[in-house]
């Protein structure tokens, strides 16, 4: 028996059964840059020329900049090619903030001639997995688990450990107090891993307008103004001054580290 397939075609004698696919994807956030979400883009059928369709990414949930690498360009499509490959870089982004997603999209005005784009699929969510590791907003024990992660004790004086692998601790304002009782505590920072404490969230000053940047002054330092930050190489404390008084208004306790600088620190 003999089989003839049916192909619907234009006044002009374009294929309009020819449709294209972007296809979704998903990532584990990364933990340094240079990773990136694949997306795949596909043909139903080869255009008979070079063809160029041109894309860019689009904001969801994750935020260019941010989570991931704002990427336009254009694919070329060879006349026997069906698929080609797009690859947006991600950031590395240390906040539990569950899973997050972006969109590549294929911009309209560039389609060729003979694509059906109303059967096919122009948009497609890359997924970004998190799995960095936040506690209640309580007196957490938070425990990291052996891999490169992001730790974030909200509220309360809470205790937190990363294990193996490079981790960063991550503070915002009012995360860590003062008093013994209202600290957080880092238990196993180790710079040979590749430990870092972020503090890029914190206002250095709370008094003037807008968010102030912090600045490293260093070990045993005396504060002289708001938005430095010293360590006390004796009690093994991190201390933040956050207004213009010579006293620190956060302190994070290291637990008995005696060599911290500059180069532990993200601002």
Known sequence: MLRADAVILGDDGVNLDRFIQVTATQ????????????????????????????????????????????????????????????NAGLLPDYRAEGTEAFLLVLKQGSFPAGLNVTSGITAANARILDDDIRGTGRKDGIYGTGRPEGIHGPGGADWLEGGKGADVFVFYSGDSGTRPNKRDTVTDFNRKQGDKADLSEIDGDRDAPGVQDLMWIGRDAEFSGAGEVRFDTARSLLEINLDGDPAAEMRIDFDGLDVFGARDLIF
């Open 27 to 86: 990532t584990k956030e990364p933990f340094q840059d240079g990773r990136f979400a694949a997306f795949e883009v596909i043909l139903s059928d080869p255009f008979s020329s070079t063809d160029k369709i041109r894309y860019t990414t689009k904001d969801n949930k994750a935020k260019a900049g941010q989570d991931h690498v704002e990427t336009k360009g254009a694919l070329t499509f060879a006349p026997s090619q069906t698929k080609a490959a797009v």
